[in-house]
């Protein structure tokens, strides 16, 4: 069975703070996506990446995937209230996808 | 067209009635799902069509009933539902076949069975 597991579960922080998020796993992915998902709605791709060692940036995210494509990691740089959110990891297996534990983070103005 | 709808947005039934989820998407998508997710928890898959075909099916008791009248659109049957299967149901896709890969999902209908 493949697991994900995002730390932290939680996490509350000022407006401007930055902060890390990571997804672990002992298991091999050929892919891997983040998300963020708004309370009543549904997830929203964020971005995929897919080669070991590749980063990606989206304005203030900064998605790294690891060597062994076994972990993951998102920093945000000066949070915003609109970063508020559930963040979830998901990674692509052999015909399989494995969502993570997720990560709730609240961004207080 | 880059979205997934889904209708109802809300949806309130009895054990006793029969109702349906309908999730339409207009990406050319070649594979769309079903999810069922509880409060702060992941979502978790429950069926899978590739090509217009079911091709996974997550142990999902009999009591959901997918199906797939076109490459378009994909539909959830209810019936004789447990207070327990009070979820948010999202739909998603995905532009190839069974490989996951870049899912895009609905807004959800947020289903409580009293």
């Known amino acids: 069975t493949q697991l994900l597991e995002q730390s932290p579960q939680f996490l509350s922080i000022q407006e401007g703070e930055n902060l890390t998020v990571y997804c672990n796993s002992s298991?091999?992915?050929?892919?891997l996506q983040w998300y963020r998902q708004e309370p009543g709605e549904g997830p929203v791709l964020l971005v995929t990446?897919?080669?070991?060692?590749e980063v990606k940036k989206l304005k203030r995210l900064t998605f790294q995937f690891g060597d062994a494509r076994k972990d993951s990691s998102l920093h945000i740089t000066a949070a915003q209230p609109g970063d508020t959110g559930l963040y979830l990891c998901?990674?692509?297996?052999?015909?399989?996808?494995?969502f993570g534990t997720g990560t709730k983070l609240q961004v207080i103005p | 067209d880059t979205e997934v709808t889904q209708t109802p947005k809300h949806l309130v039934m009895g054990m006793t009635n029969k109702k349906s989820l309908k999730c339409e998407q207009h990406?050319?998508?070649?594979?769309m799902y079903w999810y069922k997710q509880k409060a702060k928890k992941p979502p978790e898959l429950m069926f899978v069509?590739?090509?217009?075909?079911?091709?996974i099916n997550e142990s999902v008791p009999s009591r959901f009933s997918p199906e797939c009248p076109n490459s378009s659109l994909l539909n959830l049957h209810l019936h004789a539902l447990q207070p327990e299967d009070s979820a948010l149901y999202l739909c998603?896709?995905?532009?190839?076949?069974?490989?996951?890969?870049?899912?895009?999902f609905g807004p959800g209908t947020r289903l409580t069975v009293t």
């Open positions: 998603a896709s995905s532009p190839r076949g069974t490989d996951y890969y870049e899912q895009y």
């Open positions: 298991s091999v992915f050929s892919s």
């Open positions: 990446v897919v080669t070991g060692g």
């Open positions: 998901a990674g692509r297996g052999y015909q399989k996808v494995t």
């Open positions: 990406m050319g998508h070649r594979a």
């Open positions: 069509y590739s090509y217009e075909k079911l091709s």
